[in-house]
């Protein structure tokens, strides 16, 4: 069974830092593209970052593009999020998420995903 466990998560003042880290196991990690969502109290769940399988590209949503960075470290079977100048509404749920080879939908999807992880609580207090 393939397990995506993210960390990392917390509670910060805005303007602050967190670091998110997705570990997988009984996955071929290197063969995937990784993303990162977020469902915020009362919203849909919405795109925030993607990165391919290589690492060479990297994706953002508007809302988050300066402030975040997504990386990977494919001998670790690891992805991260470093999010900094954290505001309110970045307050979510964030997950992380596994799709095979780059395909053709877009980064953004939600389904083109065929794993997720748990989730891991942000809280930013303004």
């Known amino acids: 069974q393939v397990q995506l466990v993210e960390s990392g998560g917390g509670l910060v003042h805005a303007g602050g830092s967190l670091s998110l880290s997705c570990g997988a196991s009984?996955?071929?990690?290197?063969?995937?593209?990784m993303g990162w969502f977020r469902r915020a109290p009362g919203k849909e769940r919405e795109f925030v970052a993607a990165?391919?399988?290589?690492?060479?590209?990297?994706y953002y949503a508007d809302t988050v593009k300066g402030r975040f960075t997504i990386s990977r470290d494919n001998a670790k079977n690891t992805a991260y999020l470093q999010m900094n100048s954290l505001k309110a509404e970045d307050t979510a749920v964030y997950y992380c998420?596994?799709?095979?080879?780059?395909?053709?939908?877009?980064?953004?999807?939600?389904?083109?995903?065929?794993?997720w992880g748990q989730g891991t609580q942000v809280t930013v207090s303004s």
């Open positions: 998420a596994a799709r095979p080879g780059p395909g053709t939908i877009p980064y953004s999807d939600s389904a083109a995903y065929d794993y």
């Open positions: 009984r996955l071929t990690f290197r063969n995937y593209a």
């Open positions: 990165i391919s399988w290589s690492g060479t590209s990297t």
